[in-house]
C-alpha cells in the first residue's frame, strides 16, 4: 500500500516556476516507481515524467523536455518535480503516482497548476 500527497501548485505567470512535491508512505514506496501526470480540462490524463525507484533513471515528455525535472529523495519519501518556464498549456491538475513492483498503480488526490498568460 501507497499513499501519495501533492503539494506546491498554484498560479504563475507564464515564464515562471513552480516546485511540486509529492509525500509517500507505505512500505513498498521505496521499490515503486514514480510519476507525475497531469490532466487539463476537457483533455485525457497525460503522462509527464517518471523516475525509477533508485532515481538513477528518469524520462519526460517530450512537451516539458529541458523545462522539467522530476527528482526524488528516497530518505525523505519525496518525490518532486522542479517546472520552469512554464506556459499557459501547462495548466492542468497534476498528479503523482506510484508503480510498485508488483505493477500496482497508486494516484494523488492532485494539484491544480494554473499558468496566466
Known amino acids: 500500500q501507497v499513499q501519495l500527497v501533492e503539494s506546491g501548485g498554484g498560479l504563475v505567470q507564464a515564464g515562471g516556476s513552480l516546485r511540486l512535491s509529492c509525500a509517500a508512505s507505505?512500505?513498498?514506496?521505496?521499490?515503486?516507481?514514480m510519476a507525475w501526470h497531469r490532466q487539463a480540462p476537457g483533455k485525457e490524463r497525460e503522462f509527464v515524467a517518471v523516475?525509477?525507484?533508485?532515481?538513477?533513471?528518469?524520462y519526460s515528455a517530450p512537451s516539458v523536455r529541458g523545462r522539467f525535472t522530476i527528482s526524488r529523495d528516497i530518505a525523505k519519501n519525496t518525490v518532486d518535480l522542479q517546472m520552469n518556464s512554464l506556459k499557459p498549456e501547462d495548466t492542468a491538475i497534476y498528479y503523482c503516482?506510484?508503480?510498485?513492483?508488483?505493477?500496482?498503480?497508486?494516484w494523488g488526490q492532485g494539484t491544480q497548476v494554473t499558468v496566466s498568460s
Open positions: 503516482k506510484a508503480t510498485t513492483d508488483g505493477g500496482i498503480d497508486y
Open positions: 507505505g512500505p513498498t514506496f521505496r521499490r515503486a516507481a
Open positions: 523516475i525509477t525507484w533508485s532515481g538513477g533513471g528518469t
